[in-house]
């Protein structure tokens, strides 16, 4: 499991590792390597939303995503409107992460807008230079006692 704080709107570099929790050890340095790039396409566009920084997250989305809504101005101010807790994530967890052949699921828990928690289900297509974001599915989380 490893953590993040997104820092949003400042000078200062966005994203600060808050701590690295490993419980599993990857199953082999493919593996280890595929953990890797997809968590750093998703912080990536994580820290673009962070900065309004349209260019830089509409580099993260997939062709499909890009042929949907053509621009990275129409495309923000979906996020904006349809996602607000990825566009606000003030913190991530990323879970697991699930392969489906051409595709793969990267589960993370977010701490949105008003400290509110979310699981994300980020469906990963791989493609000729890393790993783009095909769709995301937004659910709240219990919050507990």
């Known amino acids: 499991m490893i953590t993040w704080l997104i820092r949003a ?18 199953a082999s340095p493919q ?21 309004d ?6 580099k993260m989305a997939s062709e499909g995503i890009k042929r949907r ?3 990275p101005d129409i495309f923000m101010a979906m996020v904006k409107q349809a996602y607000p807790a990825v566009h606000g994530a003030s913190a991530i967890e990323f879970l697991d992460r699930v392969p489906h052949g051409g ?3 990267q589960v993370v828990r977010v701490s949105g807008p008003e400290g509110q928690r979310w699981v994300v289900y980020y469906r990963m297509i791989r493609v000729e230079d890393g790993w783009k974001i095909g769709g995301v599915q ?8």
């Open 103 to 105: 595709f793969d699921i």
């Open 31 to 51: 593996a280890d390597n595929t953990d890797a790039a997809i968590r750093n396409t998703i912080l990536t566009q994580i820290e673009a939303f962070a900065n």
């Open 9 to 26: 709107r400042s000078g200062v570099p966005t994203l600060l590792l808050i701590s690295v929790l490993v419980f599993l050890v990857p």
């Open 138 to 145: 937004v659910q709240p989380t219990d919050p507990g006692i």
């Open 69 to 71: 809504f053509g621009t």
């Open 53 to 58: 920084d349209n260019e830089a997250a509409w």
